[in-house]
């Protein structure tokens, strides 16, 4: 079963992003297609639900037939269609699973939601590190919306050993950005503002560092704290022109990246995992990945920076591994936030 050929057509709204793939037996990316909202949501400081939502109605059908056009595929060459159910936002989810439900009664294809974090967990198999992939993975899922560590202990198998209790990484570096006067978003603004200043000017606190079973908090992150010092930092000038943008911003980079490695290194040390593989889009930045080799001995595997954002790739190769398990989905699929752990 495991070596099944599949041709997986995958669609992803799930935030800014209208995305569409084709994905060939998990692993190798037919076309890729992502059309991005960003310019759109940047006047706004953020993403602004209802604009996205009827961007991806003006550009799904254009985005699924370039995908299909790159793949030089027709749909009867297809098994199946697979679109992201969530978590997400709702009103951006829905374009893409009504394009995908259409398409199934249509073009008679099965139907698969995939839950968004374990297409980012998917991302490395479209990799050309897959074949040496080995089962216990810690992964370190990072992006506007999530913070996560979750062990993998075969395909589908997955347990959640902690998150954020407040804002997710992205969504810090997201927030500390706006506040230094850096355009949006503000995870790439920061990584490269960071280069230029010292991580060591100033010293912002790192939250719930200790994962002993006494401290109870276990492998939880919190990134509010860090946020609000930064803030009150970057209050005491006067305009964000009189600030120390550049320090203020590897300060806070520096705690943010050594709560994020830590965490994971004590989790794999913990699980003896046999890699740590890091996803969605704050594991672009540079800081984390080299520390994060730094600290671990185990192989630490990052996608390639278009597959560290939203895309639909990542949601075929998920779909891929979910199709040859037998999974199908009906019509009633709805939009879920969860991630089924087993
Ligand atoms: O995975 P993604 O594209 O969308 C979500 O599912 O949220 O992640 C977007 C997030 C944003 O918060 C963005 O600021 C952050 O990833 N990001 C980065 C970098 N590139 C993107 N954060 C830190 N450093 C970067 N180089
Ligand atoms: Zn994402």
């Excluded at 299909?68 to 749909?75: D, E, I, K, S, T």
């Excluded at 600030?243 to 003896?272: R, S």
């Excluded at 990542?314 to 879920?336: E, P, Q, Y």
């Amino acid at each position: 079963m495991e070596d099944q050929n599949t041709r997986i057509l995958a669609i992803e709204t799930s935030c800014d992003e209208t995305a569409a793939a084709v994905i060939a037996d998990g692993t190798s990316i037919l076309s890729n297609v992502v059309a991005s909202q960003v310019e759109l949501h940047a006047r706004y400081g953020g993403v602004f639900p209802e604009v996205a939502s009827r961007r991806h109605v003006e550009v799904i059908h254009a985005v699924v037939e370039e995908a299909m056009r790159q793949a030089h595929l027709g749909f009867d060459d297809l098994d199946c269609v697979a679109v992201t159910r969530g978590p997400g936002l709702v009103g951006s989810l829905l374009v893409g699973m009504n394009m995908a439900k259409g398409l199934a009664v249509s073009r008679d294809l099965p139907l698969l939601g995939i839950n968004h974090i374990e297409g980012h967990i998917y991302s490395l198999w479209l990799t050309e590190d897959a074949p040496h992939i080995r089962f216990p993975v810690l992964n370190l899922i990072v992006s506007g919306g999530h913070t996560e560590l979750i062990l993998m202990t075969d395909h589908g198998r997955y347990q959640m050993l902690g998150a954020t209790l407040d804002d997710a990484a992205g969504e810090a570096f997201d927030k500390v950005g706006r506040l230094l006067g850096l355009p949006y978003p503000g995870g790439p603004a920061i990584d490269k503002a960071s280069e230029l200043g010292s991580a060591t000017t100033f010293r912002f606190p790192r939250a719930l560092m200790d994962t002993s079973v006494e401290a109870s908090h276990g492998y939880n992150f919190s990134f509010s704290g860090l946020k609000t010092a930064v803030m009150r930092q970057a209050s005491q000038y006067h305009s964000t022109e009189s600030m120390p943008v550049a320090d203020l911003a590897a300060g806070f980079q520096a705690a943010a990246v050594e709560t994020l490695v830590e965490k994971t290194a004590a989790a794999a040390a913990e699980y003896n995992v046999a890699a740590v593989h890091i996803a969605g889009g704050v594991s672009a930045n540079r800081a984390l990945r080299s520390a994060m080799r730094a600290r671990l001995e185990v192989p630490v595997r990052v996608p390639p920076l278009a597959l560290c954002t939203d895309n639909a790739a990542m949601i075929g190769a998920a779909a891929h591994f979910n199709f040859i398990r037998g999974r199908r989905d009906t019509l009633d699929l709805d939009v879920t936030p969860n991630l089924q752990l087993v």
